[in-house]
């Protein structure tokens, strides 16, 4: 009779697993819709400030224009504050706000 492997005891099911125990909020820039900034210049800095592709901020900018605001770029607070920053900067209105998950 022929042994067969314990599937339970497979080599690449065995060892330490690392758990993440810190948690870190994360926020959301919010860039907000208005009737002054052409969506070329949002194109722009999205691209300029928060390193977009053209395509993901054209697709942005399309969602800010038809929903009246848009979270462009997800992080933690200190990487997204001189972000955002830079975008108010430039005449377009945006926040940061706490990203909720559930």
């Known amino acids: 009779m ?6 339970a005891t497979m080599p690449w099911e065995q060892g330490d697993v690392d758990v993440l125990t810190e948690n870190t909020p994360n926020y959301c820039i919010i860039v907000w ?3 002054v900034n052409s ?6 800095t999205l691209v300029e400030v928060c390193s977009h592709s053209v395509e993901q901020a054209e697709q942005c900018a399309m969602m800010i224009h038809y929903k009246g605001k848009y979270a462009v770029k997800v992080g933690s607070y200190d990487t997204l504050k ?3 920053e830079a975008i108010t900067e430039r005449g377009i209105g945006a926040t940061i706000e706490q990203n909720v998950r559930r």
């Open 2 to 7: 022929e042994k067969t492997k314990d599937i």
């Open 33 to 35: 819709n208005d009737d």
């Open 39 to 44: 969506f070329d210049w949002v194109i722009e």
């Open 82 to 84: 001189p972000m955002c």
